[in-house]
């Protein structure tokens, strides 16, 4: 059993997609790492959050574009469960290609395969255990205290990754964060006996992943009227979020003059499904219209999963954050706005950058130094071994 005064390289806080693509990176370099989890899924939102579509790594044009961990988790979600890859993503008509590079997953079938692959690459899982407070030396994080059934400790390592989707651990030790509200929404899976039939009739059990999606989508359509936006950064905030997104799903079976035995909700999310909460005002922001460019410290590409075209350079300082060092920020708290964070928050940029955050972990450790001091062009060096690119010429764009 792992024990709280055991010394680590590299704390991953949060163990969502981000987190995972980060541990994984660390330990496959030889980095002590933790990760540390306040549920008992791996996944976040992508698994205990039924968000169960790892969307395009290709630009909708027949061009992969997101290549490393990302790729190698989008492979996963299906190991043990439904899903492909579509087979005509390159075959381009008309300027587009017909279908994307991307998956539809069972939840759990996606953790079967974390699990799996978490242990396989050494990584000290801490599951249902709670980072809170940061341990600072002057303006360095040297750890975080952690609470789990063994009771409360702290946890210390050379260098500390931000994955909790929230920026916790950075806005606790004094980094600027800034926070956005979120429509009321939730997604869910249900099943019937129209989707049992569906399923054989296909003589498949894929269409039992049936989903339910309610309230508003990402740019506020079909938001219910008269409720008001939610904010996911106090626990008032987030509870009242989670029981009227909840109202939602009863108004769908109290609506319905359908047999209970015949169409039912078979999953809630076991998190708080917010798009945003609060993320970091980083050393480089990503913002509207720097789709296309050229960025010289960029340490990776990332599509546009709303349209065929845009491509996107990641900007190293995205990660970093001002004031606080020995601390990296990956997934959906990295510093993204506007129309650049619709791009970045969803899964396959968070493995992006998660990858992205365990490189330059292991860079600052074997350097002894911290990650705001990490050269992006020694990143660019280790993507370069690793055959992943991450200029827009690298793929032809
Ligand atoms: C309604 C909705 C629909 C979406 N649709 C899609 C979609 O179709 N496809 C897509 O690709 N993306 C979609 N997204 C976005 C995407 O799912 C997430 O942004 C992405 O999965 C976030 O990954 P992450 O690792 O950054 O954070 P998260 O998934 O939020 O993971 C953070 C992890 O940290 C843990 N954690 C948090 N605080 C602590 C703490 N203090 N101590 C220990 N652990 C902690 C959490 O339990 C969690 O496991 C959607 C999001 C929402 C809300």
Not at 22 to 35: K, V, Y
Request: hydrophobic share 40%.
């Amino acid at each position: 059993m792992p024990q709280f005064d055991k010394p680590y390289d590299v704390i991953v806080a949060g163990a969502g997609i981000a987190g995972i693509a980060a541990a994984l990176e660390a330990s496959r370099a030889g980095l002590r790492t933790c990760l540390v989890e306040k549920t008992v899924l791996t996944g976040g939102l992508a698994t205990s959050g039924i968000v169960n579509i790892y969307l395009p790594i290709c630009d909708g044009r027949g061009t992969q574009v997101t290549f490393g961990i990302a790729e190698e988790l989008l492979h996963l979600s299906y190991r043990y469960g439904p899903g492909d890859v579509p087979t005509d993503w390159r075959e381009v008509a008309d300027g587009r290609a017909p279908s994307r590079f991307r998956v539809t997953f069972s939840p759990a079938a996606f953790i079967l395969a974390l699990d799996e692959v978490l242990v396989q690459a050494g990584v000290d899982v801490w599951l249902d255990t709670l980072v809170s407070t940061p341990i600072m030396e002057d303006d360095r994080v040297t750890g975080v205290e952690v609470e789990n059934k063994s009771g409360r400790g702290v946890l210390r390592a050379k260098c500390l990754i931000d994955a909790t989707g929230d920026a916790d651990v950075a806005y606790l030790a004094g980094a600027p964060c800034t926070e956005t509200d979120n429509w009321l929404s939730i997604w869910a899976l249900e099943t019937s006996l129209d989707v049992a039939r569906e399923a054989v009739a296909a003589d498949s059990g894929e269409p039992l992943l049936s989903r339910l999606t309610l309230g508003g989508w990402n740019n506020g359509q079909n938001h219910p009227g008269g409720v008001r936006k939610f904010r996911g950064t106090s626990g008032a905030e987030v509870t009242e979020f989670v029981l009227r997104s909840r109202d939602l799903v009863r108004e769908v079976y109290t609506q319905t003059d359908q047999d209970r035995h015949d169409k039912f909700c078979l999953t809630l999310p076991g998190m708080a499904q917010f798009r945003t909460t609060r993320r970091l005002v980083g050393q480089t922001t990503m913002t509207e219209g720097q789709d296309g460019r050229h960025v010289d410290e960029s340490v990776g590409l990332v599509p546009d999963w709303r349209r065929a075209g845009p491509v996107w350079e990641v900007p190293y300082g995205a990660l970093v954050p001002r004031k606080v060092k020995g601390l990296l920020a990956a997934g959906r708290c990295v510093d993204s706005e506007a129309d650049a964070w619709e791009v970045m928050r969803v899964i396959p940029p968070c493995a992006l950058t998660g990858q992205i955050a365990g490189i330059a972990a292991a860079l600052a450790v074997h350097h002894n130094t911290t990650p705001d001091a990490v050269e992006p062009s020694l990143i660019q060096a280790k993507l370069k071994e690793y055959g992943v690119p991450f200029h827009l010429a690298q793929v032809g764009l």
